[in-house]
């Protein structure tokens, strides 16, 4: 016997396991290399994004490239870069950098810079109520209708957080809330866009159909549409006005995120996954599962808020454009890395089911989001 084969015995005489050089954790260089794919296929979603309006203007194609926004740029390159990659068996050694959470998360405390609560309070207060309602009433519909199709729970809770609130960005804090799996992750932030882009066109143009006022309108695209850059795309087809007040709305959904990933922490930790002999989870439990970058986001709404109420807006906007600029690039990287990540047989296996439940959702919330706006902003003069 060699002493190589010598070694590789322990000492009861049984061979001890060999590494698999494939099954190997990627090295420095392949994490870089990694890196530098998401880099570069970010870059290349920004100048699709600034440039594909101006190619197309003058063609049939210019009112749908206008308002298409980064996520869709993003989430296609990610999937054509993917492809390349399992082709040519380089995924697993690049995987290290496809760092989606991490990209995101940085996304969403960003985002709370942008969130005016003194804004939200004093300027929009049905805007509060109108949270509210939609809220609790699509996430109790989105819920009840995932548990009726047979819906995983973690799966359940990331749909009716996404379809409720904000699109990913409240997918992402349930997802820590509950600790889905980063399929499931995927495959709601894929839902989200897929419904967002068509709702970009169909509710302004439900607008001009209904004959709605700008205030109504304005409520209704936030508080149904579920992406941030989205709503904005579809605001600024409905007119200033509506814009302004779709923006009010929509930020103060996305206030109330670090609400429902409470709720859920504490729901999932002392009856979901709460053995039946157990006395459940304590404080320390919840704290650890609470995802802390919610925390980041609201110390962010704090400190935009007051900053602004320091400085005034001529001189507070300009800088908070920093920080919104800096969410834009984390929420691109983000996506890329959603695109890279996505693994075909995971939302495969899904089926059909999850696509059922997000649809009928998204028609509940149109009807409950345009009976609350048409109440709560009537005659409301902007």
Not at 319 to 342: K, M, Q, W, Y
Not at 343 to 362: C, E, I, N, Q, Y
Request: with cysteine; net charge positive; aromatic share 8%.
């Amino acid at each position: 016997m060699s002493t190589a084969d010598a070694t590789a015995l322990d000492t009861a005489g049984a061979p001890r396991p060999q590494p698999d050089p494939d099954t190997r954790p990627p090295g420095a260089a392949s994490t870089v290399a990694g890196l530098l794919l998401v880099v570069l296929l970010a870059a290349l979603t920004r100048f699709l994004e600034l440039n594909v309006p101006g190619w197309t203007e003058g063609t049939p194609l210019a009112r749908i490239a206008k308002p298409v926004e980064f996520p869709v740029y993003a989430i296609a390159l990610g999937l054509l870069g993917n492809a390349v990659l399992v082709a040519a068996n380089l995924k697993d050694k690049l995987a290290a950098a496809f760092r989606t959470e991490l990209f995101i998360k940085t996304g969403v405390v960003l985002l709370g810079a942008s969130v005016n609560l003194s804004l939200i309070v004093t300027a929009a207060a049905p805007a509060i109520v109108q949270a509210l309602v939609l809220i609790s009433s699509v996430f109790l519909f989105t819920w009840w209708v995932g548990g009726r199709f047979g819906l995983d729970d973690k799966l359940r809770a990331l749909l009716s957080s996404a379809v409720s609130i904000c699109g990913v960005s409240a997918a992402i804090s349930a997802a820590g809330a509950v600790q889905a799996k980063r399929e499931q992750l995927a495959y709601a932030a894929s839902l989200v866009i897929v419904f967002a882009l068509p709702s970009i066109f169909v509710l302004p143009w439900l607008v001009d159909l209904l004959g709605l006022s700008p205030a109504v309108a304005g409520a209704w695209i936030g508080g149904n549409i579920d992406t941030t850059a989205a709503v904005a795309a579809a605001g600024t087809l409905a007119g200033e006005d509506a814009l302004a007040l779709a923006t009010i709305v929509k930020a103060t959904q996305n206030a109330l995120i670090g609400v429902v990933a409470i709720a859920l922490t504490a729901y999932f930790a002392f009856k979901v996954e709460r053995r039946p002999d157990a006395r459940g989870p304590g404080a320390g439990e919840l704290w650890r599962r609470f995802p802390k970058f919610v925390l980041g986001f609201l110390a962010a709404s704090v400190i935009g808020t007051v900053y602004l109420a320091q400085v005034g807006s001529d001189v507070g906007k300009p800088v908070l454009a920093v920080a919104n600029d800096l969410r834009t690039l984390f929420f691109i990287l983000a996506f890329v890395s959603i695109g890279l990540e996505l693994r075909v047989k995971a939302l495969r296996a899904a089926g059909w089911r999850p696509v059922a439940v997000f649809g009928l959702a998204t028609v509940f919330n149109l009807v409950v989001g345009l009976a609350s706006a048409s109440v709560l902003f009537a005659g409301f003069e902007l």
